[in-house]
């Protein structure tokens, strides 16, 4: 799972496994039929193929397969970001910076944890050169 290459429709399959885990493909292909009209098959088809990846695992639980994400939505979330920061931004920030700094979308609890997170980042930067 060290490549976290996901289409819309894997992410949106993952996340929704990992905040209602452990779960069916049925319970996951009646919200997605809903949301999408995806077919229950096209459902299977994703769930395995998130399985072959590394994202998913399956338990037998009286006779039904149940899937759980192998990691928490939120070690995903950070290995995406990750994972885009490094290889389309080719590791550089600024980009993702710049941004942020234009978005209207940041929430005041998600401008608080930005808040925290420079402090801690300067609080680390400042134990290395004393």
């Given amino acids: 799972m060290s490549q976290f290459n996901l289409g819309q429709a894997e992410w949106e399959i993952l996340r929704y496994v990992g905040e209602r885990h452990p779960i069916t493909v049925r319970e996951v292909a009646d919200h997605v039929a ?9 459902v299977l088809t994703v ?29 995903m979330s950070q290995g995406l970001v990750q994972s885009f920061v490094d290889n389309m931004l080719n ?17 005041d609890e998600e401008l608080a944890e930005l808040k925290k997170l420079v402090q801690d980042l300067e609080s680390k930067r400042n134990e290395g050169t004393e």
Wanted: aromatic share 10%.
């Fill in 47 to 75: 769930m395995e193929r998130l399985r072959a990846k590394g994202f998913l695992v399956r338990r037998k639980s009286g006779g039904i397969y149940r899937y759980s994400p192998k990691k928490s939505v939120a070690e």
């Fill in 91 to 107: 590791g550089v920030l600024s980009p993702f910076l710049a941004y942020l700094s234009r978005s209207d979308k940041i929430s």
């Fill in 34 to 42: 809903v949301s999408t009209g995806q077919a229950r098959t096209t």
